[in-house]
């Protein structure tokens, strides 16, 4: 089955920890996305890829860093130095250089021990 | 002004009800719209594209207005099964390489 892959489901990071959240899409698409959504709050963009090697910030990418070594993975690392870390992540991917629509994994629940 | 701004709701509706929302963006040059529907605790999901000629699949119809910058949902018949929130999503740029600006959302509540 094609599709967006997120693991782990729920993670559990302790304070001062960094943690890395897995994206993995088989869709051959060009561009990924990394969002965070608190309770109650629409999506917020993290940080962006839209070709391998290379990504950009999005409106909060403080406390996050992202690598795209391999065009069908998007891993998010969060920092000990994202200060309330606690929120569901969800990644996304589409074509590039199209007008076509974004499709989501199934998310990461984060919380803080 | 907000990029892409959409009434929180909640609405809450009794079934077969026919019930539309409103979305506004401010962007000018935007160039692709779209409707995802995001259950609780879920991610969202590709509801329909938002054709310029404006589009419809089964119960529901998507339209574009360009010149007052805003785009509509309406839910006919509505079911038990469409209560969620639906999230405005706009293109925000010219080309489709921009990422996609999502609203905060509309809630719908389908009564019994």
């Known amino acids: ?113 | 002004r907000k990029e892409v701004e959409q009434d929180p709701g909640p609405f809450n509706v009794p079934e077969g009800a026919t019930v539309a929302f409103n979305c506004t963006y401010s962007n000018s040059a935007s160039q692709s719209f779209f409707w995802y529907r995001q259950d609780c605790r879920k991610e969202p999901k590709l509801l329909m594209s938002v054709y310029s000629s404006g589009n419809e699949d089964g119960r529901f119809t998507a339209q574009l207005n360009r010149a007052s910058q805003y785009i509509s949902l309406l839910i006919r018949d509505s079911k038990l099964s469409d209560s969620a929130t639906y999230l405005c999503v706009v293109n925000n740029g010219a080309s489709g390489n921009t990422p996609l600006v999502f609203g905060k959302g509309t809630r719908l509540s389908v009564i019994a």
Not at chain 1, 17 to 27: A, F, G, H, I, K
Not at chain 1, 55 to 68: L, P, T
């Open chain 1, 1 to 113: 089955d094609g599709g967006i892959t997120q693991s782990p489901k729920y993670l559990f990071r302790k304070e001062g920890q960094n943690v890395t959240l897995s994206c993995e899409q088989n869709l051959n698409h060009d561009a990924m996305y990394w969002y965070r959504q608190d309770p109650g709050q629409g999506l917020r963009l993290i940080y962006y890829s839209q070709i391998v090697n290379d990504f950009q910030k999005g409106d909060i990418a403080e406390g996050y860093s992202v690598s795209r070594e391999k065009k069908e993975s998007f891993p998010l690392t969060v920092t000990s130095a994202q200060k309330n870390p606690t929120a569901f992540y969800l990644c996304a991917s589409k074509w590039s250089g199209s007008n076509q629509p974004q499709h989501f994994g199934d998310g990461t629940r984060l919380s803080i021990l």
